[in-house]
């Protein structure tokens, strides 16, 4: 069965910055053993299932019988200090030291939004079917379950099928990070299972570029839009820690793409130079990158549309 087509924006908090009882359950977790990243978007799926098969069937994941959550392990994510990427010249931040990253997979909660989402996006019959209880109570619940994080957040947002074009604003391109097919054979589980694209930046350069990019395009093409979504985005970044790291993960949608249209995918360019042609006051120049980046997202989108 092929992974979910989702991509993810991850935070790798430093676990010495997590509050009290999250940190306890986080250690649990490590100790039961993080998850690989190539496999969440299968653990995800699978405690989801789970979750709908039981008896009885729990609304969301991670939780009791009750609704209650559960305060047992959670599922992580582990990145080495050691492997972070160090802040730019000039950033408040100072390089990392070798300590411990962790990103929870907040799976309960981060459920609980895209509930919330498709009971307000998706059509009344497609509701009526998917779900085992009335509306309202499943809406009240769902909701009840977000506004438990209070003034904290997920630490990851993710997003199906595309990227959001703005995220690439958050990196460069000789950040990422790109394992080909021929560097991962076949195992037992299939082939290509830790092909991956990904990209990692310090907290510092990922916030400095979200909020020199929302204050260009606010002053170029409008408060709305791409402006409004990395303004948004960096307020979630700001619910972390200085030293986090921040993460951009094609993850199941590099199942859309082959090896050799994957290593020449230039959207991180493509963003960055229509950045840059804006700055000089080119639109045209800005609009040719833009709909480079565009057709190639377009293009793999629109087979969630295929079947």
Known sequence: MPAPFVCYLRVYEPLGALPG???????????????PVT?????????????????????LPGERADGTASEGP???????????PAAEEGSPTPRFGPTTLVCPLDTRPRAAAALVGFLSTESPVLRTAALHHEESAVRSRAEAVVAELGEGATHIVSATWTVP?????????????????????????????????????SMADALARADSAAELLSSTLGEGGPAEVLRDTARWLRHFDAGSVVEL?????????????????????????ALDALREG??????????????????????ERAN
Not at 39 to 59: I, S, T
Not at 252 to 269: I, K, P
């Open 74 to 84: 959670v599922d992580v994510l582990l990145a080495d200090g050691a492997d972070a």
């Open 39 to 59: 496999r969440v978007g299968a653990r995800e799926r699978d405690v989801c299932l789970r979750a709908q098969l039981g008896v009885p069937v729990r609304l």
């Open 165 to 201: 074009l703005p995220w690439f604003v958050l990196v460069e391109a000789t950040d990422r990070v790109l394992v080909l097919a021929h560097d991962d054979p076949a195992t037992a589980d299939g082939p290509g299972l830790r092909r991956r694209c990904y990209w990692r930046v």
């Open 21 to 35: 009882p999250l940190a306890q359950r986080v250690r649990a977790g490590l100790a039961r053993g993080a998850i």
């Open 249 to 273: 993960d094609y993850g199941g949608l590099v199942q859309l793409v082959d090896d050799e249209t994957l290593a020449a995918d230039t959207s991180a360019e493509d963003v960055t130079a």
């Open 282 to 303: 080119d639109a045209e120049k800005a609009m040719e990158s833009y709909r480079r980046l565009r057709d190639f997202w377009a293009s793999r989108a629109i087979r």
